[in-house]
């Protein structure tokens, strides 16, 4: 079974910096284009950051360029998200999705290909 787990959400305040992992487990990564996407209630989703199967290419949304850095550990079968500078507006669920490939890490961040595994999410809240 195709699983994918997220972990890392919690509570920091403005300014404060956490770290997301994204654990496959049923399926390799090394062929999958990796993103983070995060969707509120009533708005369409958004793709956060997305990174090639090989972790050469990333892709970043503007709202999180500069603030967040995508990783992989092909080895471990995880995708790292840091973010840092976070700022209440950041508040969200997060959830990872696996997209085979060929694809594209912009093409996957735009939503112009729908990502056949998700995890359960994880949430996030930057308060003051």
């Known amino acids: 079974q195709l699983q994918l787990v997220e972990s890392g959400g919690g509570l920091v305040q403005p300014g404060g910096s956490l770290r997301l992992s994204c654990v496959a487990s049923g399926f390799s990564l090394d062929r999958y284009v990796i993103g983070w996407f995060r969707q509120a209630p009533g708005k369409e989703r958004e793709g956060v950051s997305c990174i090639s199967s090989s972790g050469d290419s990333t892709y970043y949304a503007d709202s999180v360029k500069g603030r967040f850095a995508i990783s992989r550990d092909n080895a471990k079968n995880t995708v790292y998200l840091q973010m840092n500078s976070l700022k209440p507006e950041d508040t969200h669920v997060y959830y990872c999705?696996?997209?085979?490939?060929?694809?594209?890490?912009?093409?996957?961040?735009?939503?112009?290909?729908?990502?056949?595994?998700w995890g359960q999410g994880t949430q996030i809240t930057v308060f003051s």
């Open positions: 999705a696996a997209v085979k490939i060929p694809t594209t890490v912009r093409a996957m961040c735009t939503n112009q290909m729908m990502p056949s595994t």
